[in-house]
């Protein structure tokens, strides 16, 4: 049988190409397996809850860990060791011991990410915000925001994922908002499941509707897979830099 962790990470994703291991490109997923296949001396099996792409960072990435040798380390050991082997921009927060057959994304319930916009310029964040010069109406926003809560079809907002079969573009969203934390705009959603970029492109359109410049009424008819010529939500999809994988719920 095979032993099986629990392991809940943060990474600045800055400098990878994602979660997902990829052939010639550096990856975090592929990072963390590299240096557990050296810690435990075989072949491992990582998964991770949610499938970060290029630039984006995690706060509660999750991820298994599956062995079939029989090494069982207590996990403040795994924790201690790993963290001495990976890069400085990943960081292994939690370890757990799991059932065998736990699966970081096939369990998961949940999801919840984050989304840090600001009008303010900052000299240390810009890899982790998406700065906008101008003036936002922010309540308008979070208006905007409350109207993605409940099941809705996404198509407006889906981008074509090479990795994956076309399928189901309709998402239930248990909760979205906007809210603001100093000098930071926070847009935060939470769902079973995500299309590829979807969030960044909910954000890049309340930003639209924060500038005046997209009207709550034709961010509704989005909503409901209904556009008109010149809402280009595809061009107007938010940069990776503010986007963050907070949570995953069990």
């Known amino acids: 049988m095979p032993r099986t962790w629990k392991l809940t990470l943060e990474y600045d994703g800055t ?17 963390l397996k590299s240096c557990a296949r050296e810690f435990f001396g075989e072949d491992v099996e990582i998964q991770g809850a949610g499938r970060t792409d290029a630039g984006v960072h995690a706060r509660g990435q999750v991820a ?3 062995i079939r040798g029989n090494r069982n380390p207590p996990p403040e050991v795994i924790q201690r060791d790993l963290n001495g082997m990976l890069p400085a921009d990943i960081a292994v927060t939690r370890v757990e011991p799991a059932p065998p057959r736990f699966h970081a994304r096939h369990d998961a319930r949940a999801r919840t990410y984050v989304y840090q916009v600001t009008t303010h310029k900052s000299a240390f964040l810009k890899p982790h915000v998406w700065w906008i010069r101008d003036p936002l109406d922010v309540p308008l926003m979070a208006r905007a925001a409350r109207m993605i809560e409940g099941r809705h079809d996404f198509a407006c907002f889906r981008a074509e994922d090479p990795g994956q079969e076309d399928g189901s573009t309709v998402v239930v969203v248990e909760s979205a908002r906007v809210e603001v934390e100093g000098n930071l705009i926070l847009f935060r ?3 079973s499941h995500f299309l590829w970029r979807m969030v960044r492109r909910l954000v890049g359109v309340l930003v639209k509707v924060g500038r005046r ?11 409901e897979a209904r556009s008109r010529p010149g809402l280009d ?3 107007w ?14």
Do not use: C, M
Request: no cysteine; hydrophobic share 50%; charged share 25%.
């Open 15 to 31: 400098k990878y190409r994602g979660w997902q291991e990829q052939i010639n490109a550096r990856s975090v997923a592929g990072a």
């Open 64 to 66: 298994h860990l599956r």
């Open 189 to 191: 959603i939470e769902a």
């Open 213 to 223: 410049e997209v009207a709550i009424e034709d961010f509704a008819r989005l909503l």
């Open 233 to 235: 939500v595809a061009a």
């Open 237 to 250: 999809t938010a940069p990776a830099s503010g986007l963050f994988l907070e949570s995953v719920r069990y």
